[in-house]
Nanobody
Framework: QVQLVESGGGLVQSGGSLRLSCAASGSFFRFNTMGWYRQAPGKERELVATIFVGGNTNYADSVKGRFTISRDNAKNTVYLQMNSLKPEDTAVYYC??????????WGQGTQVTVSS
């Protein structure tokens, strides 16, 4: 069973930065697609960024140029560096893992609040 533990959320002023981390249990981390999603109050969960096995990345248009997803396979960890944060980035951020069998796992979520 895969477990994902997020950390790094918090309260930051508009224009500030945060870095989220997600540590995954289990082996063969490097073979999994990792992603970050977010869900704001009253809204559906949306994809923020994805990083694939080969290192390619994909971003939502709303965060392009501001957020960067990366992974450290030696540490079984994926990161989301968030710069130039805006109040509309306020949400619960969830780490996501998709394994080679297309099974999806979720972390418990970490709150990010951006004040104006």
């Amino acid at each position: 069973q895969v477990q994902l533990v997020e950390s790094g959320g918090g309260l930051v002023q508009s224009g500030g930065s945060l870095r989220l981390s997600c540590a995954a249990s289990g082996s063969f981390f490097r073979f999994n697609t990792m992603g970050w999603y977010r869900q704001a109050p009253g809204k559906e969960r949306e994809l923020v960024a994805t990083i694939f096995v080969g290192g390619n990345t994909n971003y939502a248009d709303s965060v392009k140029g501001r957020f960067t997803i990366s992974r450290d396979n030696a540490k079984n960890t994926v990161y989301l560096q968030m710069n130039s944060l805006k109040p509309e980035d306020t949400a619960v951020y969830y780490c996501n893992l998709v394994n080679t069998r297309a099974t999806m796992y979720w972390g418990q979520g970490t709150q990010v609040t951006v004040s104006s």
